[in-house]
């Protein structure tokens, strides 16, 4: 165990995804003693490990990026509307080098553990090379989906072709051409990958559990016109995008659904499927979300899209999901991803029918036959939200185990800090605001709060700070209200932390995993927490002075 001089760092910061750059770049101005801990070889978090062909935003690419830097936001041109992985991991990198921050990373350092050391006041990091690093702040910007999960089944090992998760695409090109393919799953991912690689491999067949509701992306290029345009208009855009609830330039149809005639009610939709981007779901009727009549009007006219988009009825139907209105799921964007199922090389196997039973050496075995494979993507999702900190050995107070704290969800106050486990923060945690919104923009609000709270704290002396209990029952009760009204409590997805392949999370407990109150309530509320001098945290000196006298004229390491 290390000396009590004092702890190597101020802040360690967990992570170097989007949320983890601009938490770096936030340390790093105000001079604070701080590194970054990344698992990876390089900088990306979700944008490093997803390289399946077709992985792009369906935000727009320019409510994606950071709103920071005017400068940033001057040099850098979108390419396309919804910018593919590629473009994306060379835009985070070239923010990492435009602010200088990659001296701050350390990369292939996985953090298995985090203990905090009441005794010091400060927390221990046991990293996968051998290193302890102490620190006296962990900000864990791990990612809300960077723990992907595979199937339990029998003889995955032994498939003698090549197998792959979706988030560990190899990042050489994979040959494709003639190959007999296998994609299981129908989410997000699945239908991104589908309808990217459908007319470039011998014969693709899908095996789909569950249909998704899906509707179309609607890509196209940016000129240096139109990112011009865009540029003109970044201070509108970030103001519409903060007062959205979804953090997006869409903003809900505020008319009453029964209030407009039906046949008004379809103009709207045939108009907002030909748009691009999250209109058809964001643009909507609000009661979409709420109202059980209408989700199902509106799902039967997606429903008829599907049939008008898939030549034959049997597989049409297929696609078309029962157990669940529109929108109650994350909504995956596609591009002739229903086409994709009018190709002669492709097809679907329903397993809802006839299940997997296991991998084979050469193929999948269902109940009703043997299917042939040189490759079997997995693009079966992620242990959503609560997987990452799963994966760390993280003990609080009296060595609480956060793990065993949330095994049946999570408990936090403002989805930033947790009862328990003083010290640390999490600007895009679970039932923040982050997970349920344009993810970068509940990032930049997170990282803002968490960073003027630390700052707060180093102006007035203060080196503890944890969140009561009553506040984080208070918060997790609000979360949980927030759930009753939506229609998405009722589906079983990853917002509600359903995954078959996660011992415990099969049966849809319900999870109260994500704010759903919109991004402006949740900004008004933690704004309100730190208007009122941090009300709910209690903070004190702690046993001992904070690192140096003045934490943030302290030189950056690392
Ligand atoms: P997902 O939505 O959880 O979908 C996983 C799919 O795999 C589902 O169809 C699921 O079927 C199936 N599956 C899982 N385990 C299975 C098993 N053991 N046997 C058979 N099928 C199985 O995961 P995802 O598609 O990776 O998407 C997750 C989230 O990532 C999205 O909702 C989105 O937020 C994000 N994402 C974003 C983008 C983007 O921004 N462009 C792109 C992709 C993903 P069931 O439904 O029956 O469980």
Known sequence: MKSTSGPDY?????????????????????????TVLESAPDLGGTWYWNRYPGARFDSESYTYGYS??????SEWH?????????????????????????????????????????????????????????????????????????PRLEGMSSFRGRSFHTYYWPHEPVELAGKKVAVIGTGATAIQVIAEIADKVGELTVFQRR????????????????????????????????RTPGGFE????????????????????????????FGIWLRNFREIFTDEKANAEFSEYIANRIRQRVKDPVTAEKLIPRDHGFGVQRVPLETRYYEAFNRDNVRLVD?????????????????AGHHEFDIIVYATGFDAITGAFDHIDI???????????????????????VHGFPNLLMPAGPQSGSASTNYPRGIETGVNWCTAFLEYMWD??????????????????????????MLMRKAKSWFTGYNSNVPGHEHGRVRYFVYNGGAPKYVSRINDVAAKGYEGISLSTGQTPPVGSAPRMHSLAG
């Open 68 to 73: 920071f830097s005017k400068e940033l936001l």
């Open 395 to 417: 003990r609080g107070v009296g060595g609480e185990s956060l793990r065993e704290k949330w095994k049946d969800g999570p408990s936090t106050f403002l989805g930033m800090m």
């Open 351 to 367: 397993i809802s029918e006839t299940p997997l039973v296991r991998v084979t050496e050469t193929g999948l075995q269902t109940t």
């Open 460 to 485: 007035r002396g203060f080196t503890r700070a944890e969140a009561t209990a009553e506040a984080e029952e208070r918060w997790t009760a609000h979360v949980v209200q927030m759930y009753s009204m």
């Open 250 to 277: 869409h903003e809900p149809d505020r008319r009453g659904f029964w209030e407009v005639p039906r046949e008004e009610r379809v103009a709207l939709w045939d108009k907002l499927y030909d748009e691009p981007g």
């Open 10 to 34: 101020e802040v360690i910061v967990i992570g170097a995804g989007v949320g983890g750059i601009y938490q770096i770049k936030r340390l790093s101005e105000l001079g604070v003693r701080a």
């Open 211 to 242: 249909p998704n509701w899906a509707a179309p992306l609607n890509n196209s290029a940016i000129s240096d016109a139109e990112m011009a345009e865009i540029r003109a208009r970044y201070d509108d855009i970030f103001a519409t995008c903060a």
């Open 78 to 150: 979108w390419k396309e509307r919804f910018s593919g992985q590629p473009e994306n991991l060379r835009y985070l990198n070239y923010v990492a080098d435009k602010f200088d921050l990659r001296k701050h990373m350390q990369f292939n350092c996985r953090v298995d553990e985090a203990h905090y050391d009441e005794l010091e006041n400060f927390w221990r990091l046991r990293i996968s090379d051998g290193r302890e690093l102490t620190c006296r702040f962990v900000i864990m910007t791990l990612g809300l989906l960077s723990s992907p999960t595979l």
